[in-house]
């Protein structure tokens, strides 16, 4: 008997009949369960054990506004959508570009912000996209800039690191050539190492950065959407995003 019933457990799982908390669960609960990856300044990174950046206090003043208090899941960047499918997290903030791709996977609440994927190299290394031509490029493991990065033609090489700061470090250690990276990451990479005297060269593709929600769970995107709709329109976006960037990065 008990044999049994675990097996129809794991068969109910593997079926995927567990459904995602829907708004009013989380709000039940008091706590909304938020995945990202934070080796990704200015947006998510740690300080000690905090994790902080522009999208970690979005996250938490959205939480806020929605009565809520974050929990947050720290994990690779290539297990959060499917993290998410499994209900591991409420929701994704990891700077998630939104691609018809992704979209058949997740479903996504409205652009929080707009950037771009950037060639990121010292200042006499190549800078565009056909001084890459034979050079070897370092790019983060499941980013629309290592996607990006295979499609280009005559790269010598891509190699694909874990987490952004892996691929970071393999620049500064001159293992790469390049780097392919958000423009805003690159610009905080080139400011945090100035004695390596790097430069950000060609903008390769811009793309609008959302939070991802469990396909289907339409009650949490909705409520993301009602509080951040909030945040962009009562100065509290601007002033958050002011503070992390010199500037307002909303999608215009
Ligand atoms: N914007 C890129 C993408 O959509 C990279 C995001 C990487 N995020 C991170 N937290 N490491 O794939």
Redesign the pocket.
Known sequence: MKKTSVLLTLLACTLGTASARDFAAIKASGTLVVG??P??AP??YTQGKKIVGFEAELAEALAKRMGLKVEWKPSA?DTLLIGLNQDRFDMVI????ITPERQKAVDFARPHYCSGGVILAPANGPLTVAALKGKTVAV?L????AERAQSLPGLGSVKTYP??AAALQMLLSKRVDAFIT?RFVAIEGRKKFPQAKLKLGEMLFQ?K?GIAVKKGNTTVTAAINTALGKMLADGSYKKLSEKYFGEDIRCK
């Open positions: 990202t990856e080796t990704y947006f998510t960047f990891a700077s998630h570009g983060q499941g980013t629309t800039y987490n952004n958000d793309e950065i």
